[in-house]
């Protein structure tokens, strides 16, 4: 007897999962990147799942004592790895240049200002860092900031602060800080803009590598997720931010190297600033170079060898030999 049941159909949806650490900015700008394509794509369903990771659990140390490879990325990759989750969510300044085997860079998301802030205690809402009294004390836990603020304003006190924006906020609020250093794009991300007291120029501080870009990591060669990314990539973003991260690899350098970048591109031209300072802040090598966006990388990586040719390789070498002692 011939049966007559059809074939079952599942009509249960495909889900793609997203990893993400676990605080309240992660999520926000991951909370975007599903949300987007779940707008794209509305037959798919896209899940969060969250991880702390080795930067979210050691506060009581600076980043440039505990290291740079992997401080907030080596739990989500490795979760990608197991098959646990298809792609992470990371801010791109986070990304290490050199990634895992068997994972890359499979997107980079419009850039947000990528600038630095400063945030004052409502004591000196009348001042900025040029007019901020003598020893005023400021929080950062980056060392770009803290040795291109230390060259400019020698007048004022560094102080290391951690945890997340919040935490940082908290800490600036209970008198703790004069003033603190943050991202623009985080606060803005935040919905905390009205906390940005001064935009720092470029001339006074160049920004991170990947600062306020998004950047999306995955499996290698896993031509589905792939697909689903291209439609968050930024074109003029990702060429910036590929010159920046050709500059930085070239100079193997990290949380624990005072390196700082801005970028420009009108039309077809790139324009790439970049630096390398001491941790005393006291040396500055600086240079800035102007190319074809097709030559991004190769963009970068020549403004690197000219710094090193400059001067910086003695900077890097001497802040080598001081971690290592």
Request: hydrophobic share 40%; glycine share 8%.
């Amino acid at each position: 007897m011939q049966s007559t049941l059809s074939p079952v159909v599942s009509s249960v949806p495909r889900t793609v999962r997203i990893v993400s650490r676990k605080s309240q900015l992660a999520l926000i700008q991951t909370h975007w990147v599903r949300d987007e394509l779940q707008r794209h794509f509305p037959d798919l369903r896209f899940d969060v799942v969250t991880m702390d990771t080795q930067g979210d659990k050691v506060l009581d140390v600076s980043l440039s004592k505990i290291g740079d490879k992997g401080l907030f990325t080596q739990e989500l990759e490795d979760s990608m790895l197991r098959g646990d989750s298809d792609f992470a969510v990371h801010s791109l300044k986070d990304l290490p240049t050199r990634l895992p085997q068997g994972l890359m860079l499979g997107c980079i998301t419009e850039r947000e200002d990528p600038a630095d802030a400063l945030v004052v205690h409502e004591s000196h809402r009348d001042k900025t860092l040029a007019t901020l009294p003598e020893g005023a004390v400021i929080g950062t836990s980056s060392l770009r900031r803290l040795a291109q603020l230390r060259h400019h304003y020698p007048h004022l006190t560094f102080k290391d602060i951690r945890g997340n924006l919040n935490t940082r906020l908290r800490k600036l609020d209970e008198g703790g800080y004069d003033g603190i250093i943050l991202a623009v794009a985080g606060l803005q991300r935040m919905e905390m803009g009205d906390r940005i007291h001064q935009i720092i120029p470029a001339d006074i501080s160049l920004h991170a590598v990947g600062q306020g870009a998004l950047g999306i990591e995955c499996r290698t060669g896993d031509e589905e997720i792939l697909s689903l990314l291209s439609v968050l990539s930024d074109g003029p973003t990702t060429v910036r931010c590929l010159a920046e991260r050709a500059f930085l690899r070239e100079l193997e350098g990290g949380c624990q190297v005072p390196i700082g970048v801005n970028t420009a591109l009108e039309g077809g031209t790139l324009t790439l600033t970049g630096l390398v300072a001491s941790l005393d802040g006291q040396r500055l090598i600086k240079n800035t170079v102007q190319g074809s966006a097709a030559e991004a990388e190769t963009l970068g990586a020549n403004l690197a060898q000219q710094l090193r040719a400059q001067g910086a390789q003695a900077i890097l070498d001497e802040i080598t030999a001081t971690n290592r002692a």
